[in-house]
């Protein structure tokens, strides 16, 4: 069982940066992959970023690549994105998400999600 809480939202002007935080509890954290995912209103829940066990592999949405870094630190337990030159359209709901492996289908564990808005 791995419990997921995000922090680290809020408002700021395009141009700006914020840094999310993601705290997992749970003996097996650092064997999971870890993803984020946004929510825009009116919008389906889309894939922004993903982080495999160990920090070596990584992957991102088109929208976001070279603009959003994903890390972890499995030592503290937690899973970061770095969000740097934020637009109006990265506003939504940010969520942290697990999955036992960087090929499953699918992810299992599902934090409660941070707002995010990006002001013009």
């Known amino acids: 069982q791995v419990q997921l809480v995000e922090s680290g939202g809020g408002l700021v002007q395009a141009g700006g940066s914020l840094r999310l935080s993601c705290a997992a509890s749970g003996r097996t954290f650092s064997t999971y992959t870890m993803g984020w995912f946004r929510q825009a209103p009116g919008k389906e829940r889309e894939f922004v970023a993903v982080i495999n066990s160990n920090g070596a592999f990584t992957k991102y949405a088109d929208s976001v690549k070279a603009r959003f870094t994903i890390s972890r630190d499995n030592a503290k337990n937690m899973v970061y994105l770095q969000m740097n030159s934020l637009k109006p359209e990265d506003t939504a709901v940010y969520y942290c998400?697990?999955?036992?492996?960087?090929?499953?289908?699918?992810?299992?564990?599902w934090g409660q999600g941070t707002q995010v808005t990006v002001s013009s």
């Open positions: 998400a697990a999955k036992p492996s960087w090929v499953a289908g699918s992810y299992d564990y």
